[in-house]
């Protein structure tokens, strides 16, 4: 069965601050890899996805992320941080087959500081 | 594009009524839909895959009696929460699968409060 590891529960930024939140991944094959952004009382946004193709893919908000099948890793980032990315990131996967169900890491809550 | 509603937005009931919540794709048809719940500053927890014209596949440890869910149509399912008690007092959140496409777009979430 497919895992996704969030090593970092809590992050802390300044404003105008590179980020990188981590997201390694445990999946037999090529997996679909997403991260959704999710702010308090809301749903979840889908910042971008990653099926095949180009390792290094581009979402909205400015954010991407690089797939590495080496490090089994997806990790999210943007070059200069708002305030209003402050919120709480998923990364998840998706196993082929089935009813394709998503597996969530335990999600990052990022804090921006001004 | 990809919109996906829920409603009520929240909800309080009384032990032992039941509650009904809404997931309507807006602007797709979604073959599948799903149901998670989430608790405070935890991560989503799938309850039920729910597929168009059949019957709802549910997660080990979910009560399919408790929670009823029916997707009667490509842009609606709904989740029955029967005979609620406070214990079923959470966040819940449905998302929609586009027929083609493995992204699930998500609903904006039903606060539900048991009293």
């Known amino acids: 069965a497919q895992s996704v590891t969030q090593p970092d529960i809590h992050i802390t930024v300044s404003e105008g601050a590179s980020l990188e939140l981590r997201c390694n991944y445990s999946y037999g094959a090529t997996p679909y890899l997403f991260w959704y952004v999710q702010s308090p009382g809301q749903g979840l946004q889908l910042l971008l996805k990653y099926f095949s193709g180009d390792t290094l893919v581009q979402g909205i908000k400015g954010f991407e992320a690089e797939f590495k099948r080496s490090q089994s890793s997806f990790n999210l980032r943007k070059p200069s941080v708002h305030w209003s990315d402050a919120a709480e990131y998923f990364c998840a996967v998706v196993a082929d087959g089935g009813y394709q169900k998503v597996t969530f890491g335990i999600g990052t809550k990022l804090q921006v500081i001004p | 594009g990809a919109v996906v509603s829920q409603h009520p937005s929240w909800v309080i009931c009384k032990s032992g009524t039941s509650v009904k919540i809404e997931c309507r794709s807006l602007d797709f048809q979604a073959t599948t839909m799903f149901w998670y719940r989430q608790f405070p500053k935890q991560s989503l927890m799938l309850m039920a895959t729910?597929?168009?014209?059949?019957?709802?596949?549910?997660e080990q440890g979910v009560e399919k009696d408790k929670f009823l869910i029916n997707h009667a149509s490509l842009t609606l399912s709904t989740l029955t929460v029967t005979s609620a008690h406070p214990e079923d007092s959470s966040f819940y959140i449905c998302s929609a699968r586009p027929s083609r496409g493995y992204e699930q777009y998500f609903g904006p979430g039903t606060r539900l409060t048991v009293t």
């Open positions: 729910s597929n168009e014209g059949s019957k709802a596949t549910y």
